[in-house]
């Protein structure tokens, strides 16, 4: 088990806050992050793509599924709060804000399905391929990250299953 301090090396490499390609994966994750909350049909295209490759966990493991869980447990919270709102709505005479909490719970829900779907099929490629999942959990945990050579036995390792990885 990776500790604190080596995941936020991982994450925070020496020398992080001048380099331009660490900026630009960090904004683009982050962005993901953000739209897999607040709109995830916009992301219902990776939803088919993921789906049609349910059978390679090579393809599978380059979405970010911690984003899409992330989007269903905010958006479920937000149905629970948008029918709380809808149920405790005090009598008034303009009520047309009611037609704007509704479409916004219909977005929550149409957001809590296709967050949903994308982590059965990450869980289901997770529980039937065991083995491929591993050999893609060691290389992550244990590959040289970004242009520098290997260094450690375990490097060499995971660059080793690399390479069988994609050739098979």
Known sequence: MMGLRSRIRDDFPAGWWHCRQ???ISSRELGL???????????LPR???????RRRPAALAKINGEAFVAAGV???????FTVIALAAAPPARDRSWLFGLAALMMLCVLNLLVASVMVAVLVASRLTNKF?????DYIDRYGARGSKPPQTCR????????GFLADG
């Open 22 to 24: 660490w900026w630009a």
């Open 33 to 43: 992050w953000l739209a897999a909350m607040v709109v995830t049909v916009i992301l």
């Open 47 to 53: 939803v088919v793509i993921a789906l049609r490759c």
């Open 74 to 80: 905010a958006n479920s919270i937000l149905v629970v």
């Open 132 to 136: 491929e999942w591993s050999v893609i």
């Open 155 to 162: 490097e060499y390792e995971a660059e080793r299953m690399r």
